[in-house]
Structure formats: structure tokens, C-alpha cells
């Protein structure tokens, strides 16, 4: 809703972490790279922004490189794209949904999932997933979160 607020856009929300369970729950997490091979139907360079966060945390990386193929696929030339990336690893199956209250604040709602985060990704090992894109800006939260603006070159 803030989004469509603030910036009056089309929105599309694809939920991924659906996606993840569905796979986790019927035995298929190897069929996840296939899946995010052909999971979007935009056409190449349509989309603006795209936001990330946390997804890649829960894949194992021929799922990371496939979904990461896709997002940069579907982004616009000079398009953006923001990801957040733990720095570490939980033990429990949950999710962490962001809910955007205002321009500076948002709000990290937990709730379970059939997957666990995987080993936390390296700054280098990140930005080579991305390699069409560059680096425009990156934060380390004080929580280990990664918090990293591409835009497409």
C-alpha cells in the first residue's frame, strides 16, 4: 500500500517464499533452479524496481543464480534493485515479513516457513550473482543484514 501511495506505480507482488514452501513441502528443493528459470512472465527490461529482500537468504545457489537471472532479465535498463542479505544462519523455519509504515520506518513481522536460512553470502560472492548490475549503494545493519541498491547497467 505505501508504495502504491507514495508513488503511484503499478505494483506487481510475487510471493516467493510460497514458492519456496510449496518446493520444501513436496520433497521438489532441487527443482527450485528450474522453477525461477521461467517463474516470471514480464518481458525482458520491464520492470523499474524490484525489491528482494531476504529470498535469496533460504536457496541453495543454483536457485540463487536462477532467480538472480531472472530479476535482472526482467529489470529495465538503469532500473534498481534493492536486496537485503543476512549474515547469519537460524536454525528455526521463519520468515520475516516487512511492513512498510511511513518514509523511514518499517516494522519486521516473523512467521513460520518450511525452510531455513542458508549459509550467510560474501559481499564478493553477491555482487558476482548480480554481474549485470552495479553496486550503488551498501549497509551493514547492526543485525548482519546486508542491505545493497543495485541498478542495472
Same mark, same amino acid.
Given at each position: 500500500?505505501?508504495?502504491? %501511495? !507514495? $508513488? +503511484?506505480?503499478? $505494483? ?6 510460497? /514458492? ?5 513441502? +513436496? ?11 521461467? #517463474? ?14 531476504? $529470498?535469496?537468504?533460504? &536457496? ?9 537471472? !531472472? &530479476? ?16 547469519? =544462519?537460524? /536454525? %528455526?523455519?521463519?520468515?520475516? #515479513?516487512?511492513?512498510? &509504515?511511513? %518514509? ?14 542458508? /549459509? ?5 560472492? $553477491?555482487?558476482?550473482?548480480? /554481474? =549485470?548490475?552495479?553496486?550503488?549503494? !551498501? ?7 546486508? %542491505?545493497?541498491?543495485? =541498478?542495472? +547497467?
Amino acid at each position: 500500500m505505501f508504495f502504491g %501511495e !507514495q $508513488i +503511484q506505480c503499478k $505494483i506487481f507482488i510475487e510471493d516467493l517464499f510460497r /514458492d519456496i514452501d510449496q518446493h520444501v513441502i +513436496q520433497g521438489k528443493i532441487s527443482a527450485l533452479e528450474n522453477f525461477f528459470a521461467s #517463474r516470471f512472465s514480464q518481458p525482458n527490461n520491464s520492470v523499474d524496481c524490484v525489491l528482494a529482500w531476504d $529470498i535469496f537468504d533460504y &536457496l541453495e545457489h543454483p536457485a540463487k543464480e536462477a532467480l538472480a537471472a !531472472q &530479476l535482472m532479465r526482467i529489470i529495465s535498463p538503469s532500473g534498481f534493485l534493492l536486496t537485503f542479505f543476512s549474515g547469519s =544462519q537460524l /536454525d %528455526e523455519s521463519v520468515y520475516t #515479513r516487512r511492513i512498510i &509504515l511511513d %518514509e523511514s520506518t518499517f516494522e519486521n513481522r516473523e512467521y513460520p516457513g518450511a525452510c531455513n536460512k542458508k /549459509d550467510p553470502m560474501l559481499s564478493r560472492d $553477491i555482487i558476482k550473482l548480480f /554481474d =549485470q548490475m552495479k553496486v550503488v549503494e !551498501q549497509l551493514l545493519l547492526r543485525t548482519s543484514v546486508r %542491505e545493497i541498491l543495485f =541498478q542495472k +547497467q
